[in-house]
């Protein structure tokens, strides 16, 4: 069996992230999705809240990465995904851990994250309408 073989049969196997619900899966993928985005320049799309798309401009979608049962999976798409793979593997060897922190936290700490968003949204909109009467007071100059 060839490497290539070996790679197309990647969706029979999976890494357990031990995730114990379903809005855990959704956090994790969303961080690695995220994470392929801003940190390796990959375009993704999100299908579900827990699978998503990887592609490159100009050669298409090369894999899809899931999450199901609690564990993550990739099906390639085109021949050459195992750079997608490495990076898979990369991303839960360096960021699982704090990835399940931040979810943790996050439930623990639920009402205290949800006052630092609506206060960050009073921000933006302070700001914006600061901008907004800023640039009205210019336009008689």
Known sequence: MNIIDGI???KNFGIDLKLDSIDAEAFY?????????DEKGYDTVAITDREFTIEIMGEGDVATIYISDSTLRMIPIQEDSMEVLLYVLEFVAQHHKQTIM?????CENEEEVSSLFENADEVI??????KSEEEESDEWI
């Open 29 to 37: 993928c969303e961080a690695l999705r995220l994470w392929f985005e």
């Open 125 to 130: 909109l302070e700001t914006e309408e600061e």
């Open 8 to 10: 197309s049969d990647l």
């Open 102 to 106: 931040v979810y943790n936290y996050i």
